[in-house]
């Protein structure tokens, strides 16, 4: 609260302020006249420039004059972009603020991607960008132009399971399952990355998703069995 009333105190003194440098504002515009040129910057005037550029950078939140930011806010953003998801090249038409997961799921519906938190928290949107793990509700959708975007439904290869998929079968390794296409994603992620990772590897690299149902034993069961289907068709 004290705070706040000295906040207050000092906009009472900046407007009174401001009001006795109304008179001399007069006199200097008078002045002006008079002499057909331009006089010096009165308090007024300076204090008043300097509300309004602190305003402005404190809503850009201190990055107004960054260059990347100026660039952002200027470059225009093609509506139309080809989009490589799951081997196939599409064609969309997309906003600038569509994120990955909102165009995978409602513009080529592709359902097994799932909104969960909708905040990178939870994991459920996970997908492969070049075969990394990433979650897809916090990447725009121009940012993976030119990128191999890889979702549950394309890790299948020919009526052949992914190493993951077959152990999801093999150890019954969710309960509801709605987390369980983010959690196969960084699964497929991590064996390609290392497929002679231990359990203890498997749970870091998971620590990203949540399972509301709390099955993890079971989860951390299935990667481990992922680990060994990858290590089997390496062999």
């Known amino acids: 609260m004290d705070e706040l009333r000295e906040d207050v105190f000092l906009q009472d003194d900046l407007i009174e302020e401001l009001r006795e440098d109304h008179a001399e504002t007069e006199a200097d515009d008078g002045r002006e006249e008079s002499s057909g040129g331009l006089s010096d910057v009165t308090r007024r005037t300076f204090i008043q420039g300097s509300v309004a550029t602190g305003a402005a950078v404190s809503m850009a939140g201190g990055n107004l004059l960054q260059p990347d930011v100026l660039r952002a806010a200027t470059e225009p953003v093609a509506r139309t972009i080809d989009l490589r998801v799951n081997g196939e090249t599409h064609e969309l038409d997309v906003e600038p603020m569509d994120t990955l997961a909102m165009v995978l799921r409602y513009k080529l519906d592709l359902t097994g991607t799932k909104l969960g938190c909708d905040r990178a928290e939870c994991g459920a949107c996970t997908v492969l960008i070049d075969d990394v793990p990433h979650y897809g509700c916090s990447m725009l959708v121009h940012q993976v132009r030119g990128r191999e975007v890889t979702t549950v439904e394309g890790l299948e290869r020919d009526g052949v399971l992914h ?14 399952a709605f987390c369980a296409p983010g959690f196969i994603m960084s699964m497929a992620g991590l064996v390609k990355a290392n497929p002679n990772a231990t359990r203890a590897d498997a749970q870091k690299w998971l620590a990203g998703h949540i399972c509301r149902c709390g099955d993890y034993n079971k989860i951390l069961n299935t990667a481990e069995r992922a680990l060994e289907n990858a290590r089997a068709t390496l062999s």
């Open 163 to 176: 190493p993951v998929q077959q152990a999801v079968l093999d150890e019954m390794g969710f309960q509801c």
